[in-house]
């Protein structure tokens, strides 16, 4: 157990949909991190947030968008959901120091139908 | 961030050391070596790091050339829960993102 949380675990919607995915980091954790696993492309970096504030954005979506509210937790907004969005959506943590080693959380597995 | 090049697969007997090579040549010298694995559609779970010295936990050891160009993640006694895939990264600490390449998917045969 990492100490990251992400729910729900499994989100089967429609195209077209918004939906909402939640982080909640490691006790003490700053930086928040989402990385997007499809078949094809093995895990990508999108987007970290650093005690609220954006830090560093990926291969992001212009239909994706995320936030890190002042208790630290994260969510994920996805809009416009195409069938290509499916994947597993994964949220690390890292709490700063020399290494800052990021923890993952389980995932949410999104199907888009 | 450096690119890494491991081997896409490799088996290993159940019981015996597993040796997973990692080639990172164009390493900067503030950039940590980090292992994690994943097994099945899990989350990847961290390993190890290192930054120069040869590093060793409950879970595997690391080795890294003194030139830093390559690693090898060594776990001691495979075990079948050890079949996943194993990811090498480098990366500058508070750099913002990991990059995951292809990985090497370990099977640890009876």
């Known amino acids: 157990d990492s100490g990251v949380t992400q729910t729900p675990k499994h989100l089967i919607t429609a195209t077209g949909q918004r939906v909402t995915l939640r982080c909640s980091p490691r006790?003490?954790?700053?930086?928040v991190y989402w990385y997007q696993q499809s078949l094809d492309q093995g895990l990508q970096f999108l987007i970290q947030?650093?005690?609220?504030?954006?830090?560093a954005k990926g291969n992001i979506l212009e239909r994706f968008s995320a936030q890190q509210f002042p208790d630290l937790h994260s969510e994920l907004n996805l809009s416009s959901l195409e069938l290509g969005d499916s994947a597993l959506y994964f949220c690390?943590?890292?709490?700063?120091?020399?290494?800052?080693?990021?923890?993952f959380g389980p995932g949410t597995r999104l199907t888009v139908l | 961030d450096a690119k890494t090049t491991q081997p896409p697969s490799m088996d290993c007997a159940e019981g015996r050391a597993a040796n997973l090579p990692c080639n990172h040549s164009?390493?900067?010298?503030?950039?940590?070596v980090y292992w994690y694995r994943q097994i099945h559609s899990q989350g990847p779970q961290y390993i190890i790091h290192?930054?120069?010295n040869n590093e060793t936990n409950e879970m595997a050891s690391l080795i890294i050339t003194e030139d830093r160009k390559s690693s090898t993640l060594i776990l001691p006694h495979a075990t079948l829960r050890d079949t996943a895939v194993y990811y090498c990264?480098?990366?500058?600490?508070?750099?913002?993102?990991?990059?995951f390449g292809d990985g090497t998917t370990l099977t640890v045969k009876p």
């Open positions: 690390a943590s890292s709490g700063g120091g020399l290494a800052d080693t990021q923890y």
């Open positions: 006790s003490g954790d700053l930086s």
């Open positions: 947030y650093y005690n609220g504030e954006e830090r």
């Open positions: 164009t390493i900067s010298g503030n950039e940590y």
């Open positions: 290192g930054l120069k």
């Open positions: 990264i480098v990366r500058v600490a508070g750099a913002g993102k990991s990059t």
